[in-house]
């Protein structure tokens, strides 16, 4: 009998360039071992009990040191939420602060789970289009005069699946637009980290202090360290995290992932998650280069636009492709992708594709490439 052990698994012999989680090999394995050693080391059974509702206070404020180096802000463990994830955050919020039957807005395209979510909320969504900046703000504006969203649900940069960033003056707007007309945004900054350059804008969790109540910044560990951790954090306003502190499942549970979270204090207290993350990105870099590359050389006929981190490249098919059928012929190459209307909620997006430059090394990046180029090759 073979049972399920991951979320995702590849079938041998195919390269799937669709794939958007980490590959196991950048797993830090001795680092976690480490950080564990270190944790059960001191004696102190605390991280086996309850959890405290916001977070652990160490654990929050080694989170909050390393968060203020990496994004270059002050920042106030105060303002931090322990979370196991950005999807189990953004099912809380949706406790929260919606009722069935309420308006949201999110993005077209999106991370094609999220909307699950809100469905399992009963929320009814609105896309709100975008472009290569992003967000497009007419699009929102036009969607306030029409409709009252409780939240806009964004990912601001290196987005899924477009790879695209909101410029700086879009996020002013958005900030301001937020405040007029009273919705949160909730902005999904899991991928801000893994920036490849230095023209990175700063995470919407520079602007949940005092004046912009409506932001609430979402992080995760699944991205710079592993999935399997569950671990997250919300950065926002006192009064949204007053919230989500008294909020009945923490009453219940206690914080989240309180074990976890010990764990990760003491990767981060030690420096090593500064490292691995510097690690990560000094691996993808080269990664995106290399797609890049094969993508110019190879696939001619391709447009995209290059990523600036993350993990994902958004292509444009010639008009006249189909991605589900060629995703389908795919098959028989062994290679495969994510067509682009996974991601959209209106169907769009129909000759797009998402491929990720993070999954695989350079080598297989540049064979994935060549198996997609013998299929269109059939077109
Ligand atoms: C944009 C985006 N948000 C959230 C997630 C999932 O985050 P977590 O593992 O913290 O739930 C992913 C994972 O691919 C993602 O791409």
Redesign the pocket.
Known sequence: MSLPITQSQIPPGIIDLGA??PHQSVFPLEMIHRAAEERFSQGDPSFLQYGAEQGDGYFRLALTKFLSRSYGLPMNPEDIFITA????ALDLLCTLFTQAGDTIFMEETT?FV?PRIFADHHLKIIPIEMDENGLMIESLEENLKRFKPKFLYT?PIHH?PTGSTLTEARRARLIELSQQFDFLILA?E??QLLSYTDDSPKPFAAHTGAKAENIISLG?F??ILA?GLRL?WIQAHPKRIKRLVTSGLLDSGGGMNPFTSAIVRSAIESGDLEKHVHYLIETYRPRLQKMDMCLAQHLPDITYTIPKGGYFFWLRLPRQIDAIELRQQAKAFKVDFRQGALFSSTVGSQNHIRLCFAHYDEEHIEEGILRLRECLKTR
């Open positions: 958007g989680e994830g950005i999807s189990s991370y999220a990912i899924n999904d899991v991928y995760s699944s991205k999935p997250g």
